[in-house]
């Protein structure tokens, strides 16, 4: 892991804007890439002139969609059995897929766009998504709103708390990044309880069963 931690971090460094999109895609997919050594290091690259901060949220928002709907897709065109039956090798057992659908068909937008935001939760949200054949259009906005939001956010924590000895260590970085990112983590959680709170209290008022 330590050797794709530094391959990624090199993309980063040398890529620029194409090798954002592409670890973004990926990282919006089934595959493992740490959004947290991909963005941090470029806004802070963008800090120093050679990069544009603008820049770097769009083409991580842009490599976030660009992944998701390859994942969407994918798992509309392959269907539920399929994945069912090969997801056990990406960690995705029949049971957590039948949650992730409940919960797609319960929250639609507002649980794309929360999921988009969450640790893990992010890098499988499109595969229920697919599935349901959920609206695209609705599932694209939302993802891009959310993606934004996530990328402004290791914006900011690039260019506050990245110090140029970080960038010569992606294990370090990575780690350092995450113990931070929990604050926004509780954050986002917290939205996410409002947000349902609202939903079930609405759902009363209107005589419907929540």
């Not at 050679?50 to 969609?65: E, R």
């Not at 604050?183 to 996410?192: F, G, K, P, T």
């Amino acid at each position: 892991m330590h050797h794709l931690l530094q391959i990624w971090f090199d993309w980063v460094l040398h890529g620029g804007y194409l090798g954002i999109i592409v670890l973004m895609a990926l990282e919006s997919s089934i595959f493992p890439v740490p959004s947290e050594i991909v963005i941090p290091p470029a806004a802070f690259l963008a800090g120093q002139g050679k990069l544009n901060l603008w820049g770097v949220i769009a083409a991580g928002t842009f490599g976030s969609w660009l992944g998701a709907s390859v994942t969407y897709w994918v798992s509309l065109w392959l269907g539920r059995i399929l994945i069912v039956k090969w997801g056990r090798f990406f960690a995705i057992s029949e049971s957590k897929l039948t949650r992730a659908e409940h919960w797609l068909r319960r929250y639609e937008a507002g649980g794309i766009f929360f999921a988009r935001l969450l640790p893990v939760i992010r890098h499988l949200i499109s595969i229920p998504a697919g599935i349901i054949r959920m609206n695209f259009t609705t599932f694209s906005l939302m993802t891009i709103v959310g993606s934004a939001l996530w990328c402004g956010v290791l914006a900011w924590f690039g260019q506050t708390a990245i110090t140029p000895e970080m960038l010569r260590d992606p294990e370090g970085l990575a780690t350092a990044l995450k113990a931070k990112s929990h604050l926004i983590a509780a954050a986002v959680i917290v939205l996410c309880l409002l947000y349902f709170l609202v939903l079930r209290l609405t759902a009363y008022r209107n005589g419907t069963r929540p």
